[in-house]
């Protein structure tokens, strides 16, 4: 049977605690009920729980046995800020592919009034992170950065294998680039990808992409949407990466 599975806020060795919103929903929506049973990821950890109490401000769980669960994608994705509904879609959906980490990069053609209110979106952005992980029932939940400039952006990726999808390249596809990667490189599957703004980068953003070692790429002839060509490219690395 599938239960609905939730991300705790705090736990202990034997339980585990939803407050908030996830407690909220729980007692007014779901009317849950001592002795429910749930599954709760707890400190990195998917088991299966039992309700002990219910409050609109706290709900308790007794963690039972340890279940077995899915790794995230170990893609790190770095998304230009966007215009705030298109990148929040875009964030809920890479999230539900399984991505591990997402870092909003403020581009040089990101829209100057989306920049300087970026940074008091993030924890709307890690709620609906959080949202989109358990209703695709992720064992685990998304890193999402604060908004960086290009630059710092750039200087925290330890993946690997770096790809920069550019509407502008045209001979090297994504696929390949994954394709022969899997095949050159031994057990490190850890990639990062990037995704420009509506405008796309500029070419001195390019090239320090290059100078970081990302290869530019395509998804084929025709252009995207920043968020569709994130979704697209999520798709392509979890149908490969595996
Ligand atoms: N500057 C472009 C134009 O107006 O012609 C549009 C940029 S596109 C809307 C936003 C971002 O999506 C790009 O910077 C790139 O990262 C990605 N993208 C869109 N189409 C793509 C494609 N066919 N291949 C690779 N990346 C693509």
Redesign the pocket.
């Known amino acids: 049977m599938t239960r609905r599975r939730w991300i705790a806020d705090t736990w202990t060795e034997d339980s585990a605690a939803l407050v908030g919103d996830q407690a909220l929903h729980l007692a007014r929506v779901l009317r849950a009920q001592p002795g429910q049973m749930f599954d709760v990821v707890a400190n990195g950890f998917l088991r299966r729980a039992e309700v002990e109490s219910v409050s609109e401000f706290e709900v308790i769980l007794l963690l039972h046995e340890e279940l077995e669960a899915d790794a995230s994608l170990p893609v790190h994705l770095l998304l230009?800020v966007?215009k705030f509904d298109h990148f929040e879609w875009g964030l809920e959906k890479v999230t539900e592919l399984g991505a591990a980490r997402i870092t909003p990069v403020i581009?040089r053609?990101t829209e100057k009034h989306l920049a300087q209110a970026a940074a008091r979106r993030v924890e709307r952005w890690r709620r609906i992170a959080r949202e989109a992980a358990q209703q695709s029932r992720r064992s685990d939940l998304p890193e999402i950065d604060e908004p960086l400039s290009l630059t710092a952006a750039l200087a925290g990726v330890s993946a690997k294998r770096r790809l920069?999808?550019?509407?502008?390249?045209q001979e090297h596809t994504?696929e390949n680039a994954l394709r022969q990667k899997a095949v050159n490189e031994d057990n490190d599957f850890s990639l990062a990808f990037?995704?420009?703004?509506?405008?796309?980068?500029t070419s001195e953003e390019m090239q320090l992409f290059s100078e970081n070692g990302w290869q530019h790429?395509?998804?084929?002839?025709?252009?995207?949407?920043?968020e569709?060509?994130?979704i697209?490219?999520l798709a392509i690395c979890s149908a490969l990466l595996r």
């Open positions: 230009a966007i581009a053609r920069l999808l550019a509407e502008t390249e994504i990037a995704v420009g703004p509506e405008g796309g980068w790429v395509t998804l084929g002839p025709r252009i995207l949407r920043a569709t060509a994130a697209a490219g």
